[in-house]
């Protein structure tokens, strides 16, 4: 059968993001160390409960600010943790080459609201999908099967017509364990080969 959609996740594969970069910024406008912030936010948990959905972006700052005892005026915290985000460049001919074949689009991504919304506010590489599949809306994370399955929900089509590509090695083995055609993204090059092996005739 032929492919018909194909999932993507987000970090790393359709932008590059750096947590040292969350972690500088929120250290500038906070005052405190980056070392403080890296245990306020990511040490702590908070960052993956905000992933989750577990906590909204008003308690994320609130316990960011009690973590810390420091004031710190909520838009600017929203747009120091939101601004970690470069394009994949590489990536923006190929989505649109599968647009342009009819192929599904569908993210796939352990992300939070404030990460997705900077990257829909100052890029556009998500006006492409058809679908989004995100952890904060879910309330589980890769590699958990929920995720999966609501994003095959949203692909129109059964597993063994979807190609999925994630740079964590242990989600692309979790949802080739759903009968998804899965390859570790490393550069956009070896994804277009994956996609030719599956018979979608993107450019070399």
Known sequence: MPIKTCLFDMGNVLLYFSHDAMCQNAAAVSGASE????????????QWQLERG????RECHDRFQQNLDVIVDFDAFKHAVGDIFELNHSIVPLLTELKQLSVRLVLLSNTSITHL?????????LN?????TTSYETGVMKPEARIYEDALSKADCEPHECFYTD????YVIAARAF??????YSETTKTRNDLQS????VSS
């Open 54 to 57: 577990k906590i909204s972006e």
């Open 179 to 184: 009968g998804i055609h899965a390859k570790v």
């Open 128 to 132: 492409a999908f058809d679908a989004l």
């Open 198 to 201: 599956l018979g979608i005739a």
């Open 167 to 170: 740079d964590i090695e242990e």
């Open 117 to 125: 919304e900077f990257i829909q506010e100052n890029f556009s590489v």
């Open 35 to 46: 070392a403080k912030v890296r245990d306020a936010l990511l040490s702590s948990g908070l």
